[in-house]
T-cell receptor, first 113, second 112 residues
Framework: ETGVTQSPTHLIKTRGQQVTLRCSSQ?????VSWYQQALGQGPQFIFQ???????GRGNFPPRFSGLQFPNYSSELNVNALELDDSALYLC????????????FGPGTRLLVL | DAKTTQPPSMDCAEGRAANLPCNHSTISGNEYVYWYRQIHSQGPQYIIH???NNETNEMASLIITEDRKSSTLILPHATLRDTAVYYC?????????????FGKGTHLIIQP
């Protein structure tokens, strides 16, 4: 167990809807990174939050956005859902220094119909 | 794109050592080699990482060649629970603001 938790574990949405996924980081960690993993592929980096600011982003459109709260928990928001957004969404926490080993949560499985 | 090359799949008998190779010929001097594994439908699990020296922990050993262009992850006594996809990742420590770059990994199957 890494101490990183995610909610919900599964959810189903329809195309065009919006979704919010949540992540609680491991105690003592101040950095949260989000990844998308499509079926049969490795995880792809979406963005990273460090001390409540986005400090890095992968090749994902602006409809993928996030927040980090003062307790370092984080949210991933996806607007205007598309069928291709169906995936396992993973968060990873690290810290307290930058560039430390990332520890992953169990993921949220999103299905877009 | 991932900076590593791994075989897509490997088999190993239960109780034997599993040796998973990884090529990273373009690694730079201050990039680390990280290994994660992912058991079906779970989040990736950190295993071990190293810069240039061999490393060992309670899960595995990491052997890095002297020129750092390849490495081997060793699971000394594989069990059925070690069946997973193993990812070799080359990154500046921890991945930083660019995140970790995962390739397709090696699907290790432990045979009873």
């Amino acid at each position: 167990e890494t101490g990183v938790t995610q909610s919900p574990t599964h959810l189903i949405k329809t195309r065009g809807q919006q979704v919010t996924l949540r992540c609680s980081s491991q105690s003592g960690h101040n950095t949260v990174s989000w990844y998308q993993q499509a079926l049969g592929q490795g995880p792809q980096f979406i963005f990273q939050y460090y001390r409540e600011e986005e400090n890095g982003r992968g090749n994902f459109p602006p409809r993928f956005s996030g927040l980090q709260f003062p307790n370092y928990s984080s949210e991933l928001n996806v607007n205007a859902l598309e069928l291709d957004d169906s995936a396992l969404y993973l968060c990873a926490s690290s810290g307290p220094q930058s560039r430390e080993t990332q520890y992953f949560g169990p993921g949220t499985r999103l299905l877009v119909l | 794109d991932a900076k590593t090359t791994q075989p897509p799949s490997m088999d190993c008998a239960e109780g034997r050592a599993a040796n998973l190779p990884c090529n990273h010929s373009t690694i730079s001097g201050n990039e680390y080699v990280y290994w994660y594994r992912q058991i079906h439908s779970q989040g990736p699990q950190y295993i071990i990482h190293g810069l240039k020296n061999n490393e060992t922990n309670e899960m595995a050993s990491l052997i890095i060649t002297e020129d750092r262009k390849s490495s081997t992850l060793i699971l000394p006594h594989a069990t059925l629970r070690d069946t997973a996809v193993y990812y070799c990742i080359v990154e500046y420590s921890g991945g930083g603001a660019d995140g970790l770059t995962f390739g397709k990994g090696t699907h290790l199957i432990i045979q009873p």
